[in-house]
């Protein structure tokens, strides 16, 4: 970003390519955009669903993200509570995260990035987590597939850890250009009203799953 380089980046060389870095937007937006994938296939994923039991459903994202998550600056209007602060080098409200629900991996959940890193790496390969070799899995070994994914070691974090401080310090957030956490899309659910459907639409409006939703869901409701 603005052409500096991270100070003491360079005693990492032998793991990271000092000499070609990529632009903090680039790495922001990238993020940011793999994260949004996810969150639409989970939302497309939610609507077969819906369609499989019979319910109704519409993803959309027309909404005030700053308000909904509770920074609207309005004490009458809180969301959902998440904590968010201001910052003269920014232009709008940076939410972080849900105290104690769903906190961001960055200051003031974490005392510093490195502790953030550490954090992280706890949740990747300690107990319960994804690449602990003790975690229950799919596979026939599931112990020997978990056990397999190389554990960050501390150069690593290190080096982890000095660039997310870096960016946390000079923009005073992390990540450095886009929201630390960001709703983007809603799945909603509800019950069809069949009987508007019948009404204004052609036979084939709506699948068996919802002509028999209620009667197979709902006991005792017609």
């Given at each position: 970003m603005n052409?500096?380089?991270?100070?003491?980046?360079?005693?990492?060389?032998?793991?990271?390519?000092?000499?070609?870095?990529?632009?903090?937007?680039?790495?922001?937006?990238?993020?940011?955009?793999?994260?949004?994938?996810?969150?639409?296939?989970?939302?497309?994923?939610?609507?077969?669903?819906?369609q499989a039991i019979g319910l109704g459903g519409w993803t959309f994202n027309g909404i005030d993200r700053l308000t909904m998550l509770g920074a609207s600056g309005d004490p009458q209007v809180p969301g959902l509570g998440f904590r968010y602060d201001v910052d003269e080098r920014?232009?709008?409200?940076?939410?972080?995260?849900?105290?104690?629900?769903?906190?961001?991996?960055?200051?003031?959940?974490h005392p510093a990035m490195r502790a953030a890193v550490d954090h992280f790496c706890e949740r990747k390969f300690g107990p319960g987590g994804p690449f602990h070799p003790d975690t229950p899995g799919p596979w026939k070994d599931s112990h020997k597939v978990r056990a397999s994914a190389q554990v960050h070691d501390e150069k690593f974090r290190a080096c982890v850890a000095l660039?997310?401080?870096?960016?946390?310090?000079?923009?005073?957030?992390?990540?450095?250009?886009?929201?630390?956490?960001f709703i983007l899309m809603y799945?909603?659910?509800?019950?069809?009203?069949?009987?508007?459907?019948?009404?204004?639409?052609?036979?084939?409006?709506?699948?068996?799953?919802?002509?028999?939703?209620?009667?197979k869901w709902h006991t005792g409701i017609e």
């Open positions: 052409h500096r380089r991270i100070p003491g980046l360079e005693k990492f060389a032998d793991i990271v390519d000092v000499d070609n870095p990529l632009p903090l937007t680039f790495l922001d937006q990238y993020s940011l955009t793999e994260c949004t994938a996810e969150l639409s296939t989970a939302a497309y994923a939610g609507m077969l669903m819906q920014w232009a709008l409200p940076n939410p972080t995260g849900l105290p104690g629900v769903f906190e961001g991996h960055c200051p003031p959940h660039q997310a401080q870096y960016a946390f310090d000079t923009f005073g957030k992390f990540p450095a250009t886009v929201p630390t956490i799945l909603q659910s509800h019950h069809l009203d069949l009987e508007y459907y019948d009404t204004l639409f052609k036979p084939g409006a709506y699948l068996r799953t919802h002509a028999e939703h209620l009667s």
